[in-house]
């Protein structure tokens, strides 16, 4: 039983090192922020996971399984919330690709915003 956990934590913490490999890559190789934001978020959230599954198997411990399951949901919480604030700053500071946007719904509020705080 003892060598069945055992590799069942190492294919997690090898899957969940891939996972963060994955999106340090997609971090310096996709060409723009609204990509880097997904690669950054997504397979992060997953690798984390991975990882204190792995660390919840190896410690063996029942009374720290809710610990580790909170500490997920507060990731899983605010990686959308972080992601988003970016991705809102770097669409206003213009660090967008629109070529790349199928349908960009932020233009028409933005210059509505600029449009209303303009002096005249």
């Not at 310096?28 to 984390?48: E, I, N, W, Y």
């Amino acid at each position: 039983m003892n060598t069945f956990l055992d590799v069942l934590t190492a294919i997690c913490l090898l899957l969940g090192a891939l996972m963060s490999l994955a999106a340090a890559i997609g971090l310096l190789r996709f060409p723009d922020l609204m990509s880097r934001m997904h690669a950054a978020t997504k397979p992060q959230v997953l690798g984390l996971l991975l990882m204190l599954a792995a660390m919840g198997l190896q410690l063996r411990l029942w009374v720290l399984a809710p610990i580790l399951l909170v500490a997920w949901l507060f990731q899983l919480l605010t990686v959308p919330v972080s992601a988003h604030m970016v991705g809102r700053a770097g669409y206003r500071t213009k660090h967008r690709r629109p070529e790349l946007l199928s349908v960009d719904e932020l233009d028409e509020v933005v210059a509505a915003v600029i449009e209303d705080a303009s002096p005249n």
